[in-house]
């Protein structure tokens, strides 16, 4: 199962920030937090992914609280090509049977004109 | 940089058949994992493989499903028999190391008639 906890769906207007939510209270001192996206059926695109400090990269921006046991993604200027669903992922960054990506059901982000 | 490469895109196959979905990882990524998504429903981890070598294939229903990734050409996730309920999307995805994130291919869709 997956050990995180996302809104169901959210909206954002465009050219708004977008800000979406995951708790990961049981998150374990090794756990980076991923986040990933699935835009209508297509692959999985990485976006980002951070262990305890604040990130960000060409495409948004992740805010992991101090006691790691939530975090925000930031789309600063979100588009409606940012509609999608957003998965928010823990994952221990060691490989073996620890290394594959488990997926909850994310985050349904409808960017609306 | 080419992207992960998945082929067939699509595939109809009638029930009893074999498909064969190829996974070409992205240059210089010796890592691959396959992940199926069902209808309606969210990615499950199927396999990861290295070059020649599965390291996990704790996802991978025990009949009727292979995959191989050998030391030239691409990987394969083999399925035999095929029944109804094995259509659905199937995505490959690769990285350069096992701790690394992983990018994902746009899919096979297979559907059994």
């Known amino acids: 199962d997956a050990k995180t906890t996302q809104p169901t769906s959210m909206d954002c207007a465009e050219g708004r920030a977008a800000n979406l939510p995951c708790n990961h209270s049981t998150i374990s001192g090794n756990e980076y937090v991923y986040w990933y996206r699935q835009i209508h059926s297509q692959g999985p695109q990485y976006i980002i992914h951070?262990?305890?400090n604040n990130e960000t990269n060409e495409m948004a921006s992740l805010i992991i609280t101090e006691d790691r046991k939530s975090s925000t993604l930031i789309l600063p200027h979100a588009t409606l090509r940012d509609t999608a669903v957003y998965y928010c992922?823990?994952?221990?960054?060691?490989?073996?049977?620890?290394?594959?990506?488990?997926f909850g059901k994310g985050t349904k982000l409808s960017v609306k004109p | 940089n080419a992207g992960v490469m998945q082929n067939p895109r699509h595939l109809v196959r009638r029930r009893g058949q074999e498909a064969r979905l190829r996974c070409s990882p992205m240059k210089g990524h010796s890592h691959v994992y396959w992940y199926r998504q069902l209808p309606e429903e969210g990615l499950k981890f199927m396999v990861y493989l290295q070059k020649e070598n599965i390291i996990d294939e704790s996802g991978m229903p025990k009949e009727r499903f292979s995959a191989e990734f050998p030391k030239e050409g691409p990987s394969i996730l083999r399925i035999q028999q095929v029944v109804r309920g094995d259509s659905a999307a199937y995505f490959c995805?690769?990285?350069?190391?096992?701790?690394?994130?992983?990018?994902f291919g746009p899919g096979t869709r297979l559907t059994v008639t």
């Open positions: 992922i823990v994952r221990k960054n060691y490989g073996g049977s620890q290394g594959n990506l488990i």
């Open positions: 951070g262990l305890k």
């Open positions: 995805a690769s990285s350069p190391q096992e701790t690394y994130e992983q990018y």
